[in-house]
């Protein structure tokens, strides 16, 4: 946070953290319908969050990174709406959410940094699934990462994709056949280079183009 706090005020800051894991690949840090009670930051690793509709069908809602916060959607109806899943090794700082709202009324940043949380989590709200070409949703999808990795001091050029295919497919409401025939014609084009789950972007410019109005984050550097 860019304010700076007074001793007394970082001690209570300091207590209201309790840092959890390792949750392995698989494991669920979250179920739909439990109580909410806590907030929590992923400190290491990728999470999976989605839904299951009464059909038994998943439907994907996003995958969290370091640095990025989980649970925020739980705070209107008191219990989670979702399922939070680790992708691989995942650590987690959790908040506990009735402290923090008690200490947010007295330390106006802390407030200000809630409530910009909540704004970028109803911003999350994504338009790759909307009725654009499947070209677009794939270019979009890996230039966000790019963006989020280049944030948190990682190559934004070179990545992993922890999640499957099938997952990415799920997430942007694309088939899986389209998703792989995609991800192929991109390296074919040599826009891309796989390596099992490692993600090369070798033209970003021309992602970028076909991503066009797809993708409102600002060009990360390599």
């Known amino acids: 946070m860019s304010q700076g706090y007074d001793k007394q005020a970082l001690g209570e800051l300091h207590v209201l953290v309790d840092h959890v894991g390792p949750f392995k690949a698989g494991e669920y840090l979250f179920r739909a319908g439990d109580p909410f009670d806590a907030i929590a930051a992923v400190r290491a690793g990728m999470v999976k969050t989605f839904l299951v509709d009464s059909q038994g069908v998943e439907q994907v809602l996003g995958f969290s990174l370091p640095g990025e916060v989980i649970g925020l959607n739980a705070i209107h109806g008191a219990r989670y709406p979702c399922n939070a899943v680790a992708l691989d090794t995942v650590y987690l ?3 506990s959410f009735p402290k923090m709202s008690v200490l947010a009324g007295r330390m106006p940043g802390l407030q200000a940094r809630l409530f910009s949380l909540l704004s970028a989590e109803i911003g999350k709200v994504t338009t790759l699934a909307a009725n654009h070409r499947s070209d677009a949703r794939l270019a979009a999808f890996l230039l966000d990462l790019s963006a989020r990795y280049a944030q948190r001091g990682f190559s934004a050029t070179r990545f992993n994709l922890t999640m499957t295919k099938l997952d990415i497919a799920n997430y ?23 390596n099992q789950r490692e993600i090369v972007l070798l033209q970003p410019e021309r992602l970028h183009a076909l991503a066009d109005v797809l993708t409102t984050a600002p060009k990360a550097a390599p």
């Open 93 to 95: 700082c959790r908040f």
């Open 172 to 194: 942007l409401r694309m088939a899986p056949e389209t998703t792989s025939r995609v991800l192929r014609r991109f390296s074919d084009e040599q826009l891309i280079a796989v």
